[in-house]
């Protein structure tokens, strides 16, 4: 009788034990999945709504009802840039042409330089963005809207813009090229910043822009975003 019950003892002692081990790497598992994805974002964080038509470019179109088209840049092209410290505009009454540049964002002297995604004539810049470019990080689809364009080759410029399912295969093809991007930089230009953490199918760091200097801004330009429009 004594033994069987010292060896009851022992076996609950064990089965808790278990348990209270079992709980702690539960938690501690948490923990480090929680503290894994802090600063990262990919497609099923970056905020696209659906109303709205995407350019290759990462700027967005969207007609009122008066047959006008907002525009402004996307969640994830300001994800990836980062704080916006400044923006270059053209004024009100200007025209632009598709795939042309129309919009410069400046991150401390770093410069990004956007193209249109439709054609037309400026009818209204965001002028409060000249002080305020940060609102384009803060509200990229309302407060941070750039320009109201009265376009003129809507009916087939539309027809290149992603929407829809089209525009979220679109945005997974994007964080792939993403990553190739930085993938193909050497080592001695990245150093040993985190870019990628590939768990998922890969998270991208948040802000990834802001850690480089021009140099790798010049590049992301020319190979990422200009490629785009090519």
């Known amino acids: 009788m004594v033994l069987a019950a010292l060896f009851s003892f022992i076996m609950i002692c064990l089965a808790i034990d278990g348990i209270l081990v079992y709980r702690r790497k539960r938690n501690a598992a948490g923990l480090s999945a929680a503290s894994l ?9 970056v905020t696209m709504p659906r ?3 995407y350019d290759s470019g990462h700027t967005w179109a969207h007609m009122d009802e008066y047959g006008r ?9 300001q994800h990836v ?6 923006i270059i505009m053209k004024h009100s009454g200007e025209s632009i042409k598709k795939n042309e540049p129309f919009l410069t964002v400046i991150q401390n002297g770093k410069r990004l330089e956007l193209k249109a995604p439709v054609s037309g004539r400026i009818r209204v810049s965001n002028e409060i963005l000249q002080s305020r470019a940060e609102m ?3 509200s990229p689809y309302e407060k941070g809207w750039v320009y109201l364009i009265e376009p003129s080759n809507w009916k087939t410029e539309s027809r290149f ?5 089209r525009s979220t295969r679109w945005i997974q093809q994007e964080f792939g090229r993403m990553k190739d991007f930085f993938a193909s ?7 040993a ?18 850690e480089f200097g021009p140099e790798i801004w010049e590049e992301f330009q020319n190979r990422f975003l200009d490629k785009a429009n090519a």
């Open 69 to 77: 088209i907002r525009v402004g840049i996307d969640d994830f092209l």
């Open 136 to 138: 384009i990080n803060s």
């Open 81 to 86: 840039i980062g704080p916006i410290t400044g």
């Open 51 to 53: 109303g709205l038509s």
């Open 193 to 210: 910043m985190p870019v990628a953490v590939m768990q998922d199918g890969g998270i991208l760091k948040d802000q990834v822009l802001s």
């Open 161 to 165: 813009l992603y929407h829809a399912d």
């Open 185 to 191: 930089l050497s080592t001695s230009t990245l150093g």
């Open 37 to 45: 994805f802090q600063g990262f974002f990919d497609e099923k964080t």
